[in-house]
């Protein structure tokens, strides 16, 4: 019989590095720093009751007289080191940093890639004890070797990232990652503080039942986003409908569930905010490129797919529509047929 020990995540990024387009091991390396990253991330979040220094404000300091740190603050600090250290990285956009990150290190200054991540995404949901997520995107740089790198570095349509994923901090923590060649999804098994392969070849149904958009904002919507919701929540035995209404308010964990179970995430622009809330470089990007690696879609609604946008800002936002494929065109049909007031 085979040897059926189920395989880790170093063990499947080297397994697979001859399937890299640019198979000097540099970015299975890249991706090794991610996971050891997320081990440490995981580990304060699951302390997040217990230790009062990671919730709070910044700047507060406790009763031993240590700083007080967020935990997304916590997080940037631990993925920058870890990428940094990393050698192959010359330079990082987060979302918790206005300018990007310029690693200027004689090694770093060599490095090939750079990295669009939001280190810790539904932060507001960390004391309340639901699920967060690290989300990640890899591209290549354009500025030659050897010189610092610079915004236009990062300013990549989303076609060209070269690998990308997320954590997702829940129930169990999984790390789910691209390289365009499938979506596969690995989970932290704390026993051996490996992340272990669970989800070799992840393939969104064409099809689902759930629908997530915050409704809050109902009134400020377009009236095609108006529309498609109230069709979703008409009875049609036909259609499976009405659909069921999820909504966490972590991107990475609405997404990761309706990635398995079938599914539309949406947020659109608003009257208040006319590009919608969530970033092109390190949250709708990534999320896109997973999407459509497990046979998904994304766009922001116009008919615009989102790894073909020009990104012209580091923090620019865009407005999503991704998850199951005749789910996003269903929505994408409505905005046409409904264009904007
Ligand atoms: P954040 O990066 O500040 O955490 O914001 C992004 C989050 C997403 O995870 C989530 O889907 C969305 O914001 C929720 O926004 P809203 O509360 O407006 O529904
Ligand atoms: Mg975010």
Redesign the pocket.
């Known amino acids: 019989m085979a040897n059926s020990r189920i395989l880790t995540l170093n063990e499947v990024i080297i397994q697979k590095q001859s399937a890299f387009p640019y198979a000097k091991g540099e970015l299975s390396r890249l991706l090794m720093h991610i996971g050891l990253a997320a081990k440490i991330v995981n580990n304060k979040i699951n302390k997040a009751g217990l230790e009062t220094s990671i919730i709070g404000e910044v700047d507060n300091v406790n009763v031993q007289g240590e700083v007080q740190q967020k935990l ?1 603050v916590y997080a940037d600090e631990v993925f920058s080191k870890a990428l940094q250290a990393s050698g192959i990285v010359c330079g990082i956009a987060s ?1 918790e940093c206005d300018e990007i990150i310029v690693f200027d290190d004689e090694m770093s200054k060599e490095g090939s890639y750079v990295i669009c991540m ?1 280190p ?6 960390i004391d309340v004890n639901v699920s ?2 690290t989300i990640f995107s890899i591209y290549r740089r354009i500025s030659p070797v050897g010189d610092k790198v610079t915004n236009e570095d990062f300013l990549q349509p989303g076609i060209k990232q070269v690998a990308a994923g997320y954590i997702i901090y829940g129930s169990s923590t999984m790390l789910v990652y691209t390289t365009g060649l499938g979506t596969t999804g690995f989970t932290y098994d704390p026993s051996i503080g490996e992340f272990c392969m669970s989800h070799y070849y992840m393939v969104t149904p064409k099809n689902g039942q759930i629908y ?3 409704e ?2 109902y009134v400020k919507f377009a009236s095609g986003v108006k529309k498609y919701l109230k069709w979703c929540q008409e009875s049609d035995k036909d259609t499976g409908r009405p659909l069921t209404s999820r ?9 990761h569930r309706n990635l398995l179970k079938g599914g539309i ?1 949406l ?1 659109p622009k608003t009257a208040s905010a006319p590009n919608g ?3 092109l470089l390190y ?1 709708c990007n990534p999320i896109a490129f997973l999407a459509e690696q497990a046979g998904g879609m994304a766009t922001d609604g116009y008919g615009n797919r989102i790894l073909e946008i020009q990104p012209t800002n580091i923090h620019q936002r865009v407005p999503l529509f991704v998850g199951s494929k005749d789910m996003v065109e269903k929505a994408e049909e409505f905005m046409r047929e409904n264009p904007d007031d």
């Open positions: 997304d979302e939001d810790l995404d539904g932060s507001s949901n967060v997520g997530s958009i915050n809050g904002n909504y966490i308010g972590s991107l990475v964990a609405d997404f995430y947020y809330k969530l970033r949250e």
